[in-house]
């Protein structure tokens, strides 16, 4: 994939290569793949967009809202969240999984046996650039 993808079909590509991914590295450490989430989307795009157009990269707003906020904004029912985020040239879903492997905590949410959905929401900087967030919740 070449460029932010920043329309409809070239997003959704986008996130359905990396859930193929992301479930592919969780089977082969015996994990089971994580359920795609409408809401739980949502509320990462809701995220992510926020963040390209603030230019800024953080797990929290300036009110302290935090990923748990967003997921209960969107009417998504949740014990346990969890949140990556990456900004950077992104263009391959492989890349963006390859950075959040690097990372121990990030790799710990990647791998966490009690997230069982997640949701993909990616923005894209005047730049470029890719910003990626990645909600997780559970059961």
């Given at each position: 994939?070449?460029?932010?993808?920043?329309?409809?079909?070239?997003?959704?590509?986008?996130?359905?290569?990396?859930?193929?991914?992301?479930?592919?590295?969780?089977?082969?450490?015996?994990?089971?793949?994580?359920?795609?989430?409408?809401?739980?989307?949502?509320?990462?795009?809701?995220?992510?967009?926020?963040?390209?157009?603030?230019?800024?990269?953080?797990?929290?707003?300036?009110?302290?809202?935090?990923?748990?906020?967003?997921?209960?904004?969107?009417?998504?029912?949740?014990?346990r969240a969890a949140e990556n985020?990456?900004?950077?040239?992104?263009?391959?879903?492989?890349?963006?999984?390859?950075?959040?492997?690097?990372?121990?905590?990030?790799?710990?949410?990647?791998?966490?046996?009690?997230?069982?959905?997640?949701?993909?929401?990616i923005a894209c900087r005047p730049?470029?650039?890719?910003?990626?967030?990645?909600?997780?919740?559970?059961?």
């Amino acid at each position: 994939m070449a460029g932010c993808p920043d329309a409809g079909p070239a997003r959704a590509a986008y996130r359905h290569a990396f859930a193929q991914a992301l479930g592919d590295w969780r089977a082969a450490r015996g994990l089971a793949r994580l359920r795609p989430d409408a809401g739980v989307e949502t509320a990462a795009q809701r995220w992510a967009e926020r963040l390209a157009a603030e230019g800024r990269l953080a797990h929290r707003a300036p009110d302290g809202a935090g990923v748990g906020d967003r997921l209960s904004a969107a009417g998504v029912p949740w014990r346990r969240a969890a949140e990556n985020l990456a900004a950077g040239p992104l263009a391959d879903p492989r890349a963006l999984l390859a950075l959040w492997e690097g990372s121990p905590a990030h790799r710990r949410n990647l791998a966490a046996e009690d997230l069982s959905r997640a949701g993909l929401g990616i923005a894209c900087r005047p730049d470029g650039d890719v910003v990626a967030a990645l909600a997780l919740a559970g059961p």
